[in-house]
């Protein structure tokens, strides 16, 4: 299993912007994936070795990205709402993307954003 270690949560407002890291150890198809109390956690994003995008969920306003010689793998968020609160986990698997959290064998233990009104 890959380590994977999420940073960059934090409290906001509504309208500004965050951008989270997830430290990768090895290569792999990398996804951010999100969990709002009470609610499923849903995936967001994934980028695969060769820098290929699947988006899940709001492209509009996520944006990820990955820089393979730092083994890094970024989501941006702008204009971050409310809804937006939950905790952010980034997850691996070794072939191509999927949207479906049960695909992904290796989890960090995810960063907090909480936005305020």
């Known amino acids: 299993q890959l380590q994977l270690v999420e940073s960059g949560g934090g409290l906001v407002q509504s309208g500004e912007s965050l951008r989270l890291s997830c430290a990768a150890s090895?290569?792999?198809?990398i996804a951010w994936f999100r969990q709002a109390p009470g609610k499923e956690r849903e995936g967001i994003s994934c980028?695969?070795?060769?820098?290929?995008v699947s988006n899940y969920k709001d492209a509009g306003r996520f944006t990820i990205s990955r820089d393979n010689a730092k083994n890094t793998v970024y989501l941006d968020m702008s204009n971050l709402k409310p809804e937006d609160t939950a905790v952010y986990y980034c997850?691996?698997?070794?072939?191509?993307?999927?949207?479906?959290?049960?695909?992904?064998?290796?989890w960090g233990r995810g960063t907090q954003v909480t936005v305020s009104s």
């Open positions: 997850a691996a698997r070794s072939y191509l993307c999927s949207p479906t959290r049960s695909a992904y064998t290796s």
């Open positions: 980028i695969n070795r060769s820098g290929s």
């Open positions: 090895g290569s792999s198809a």
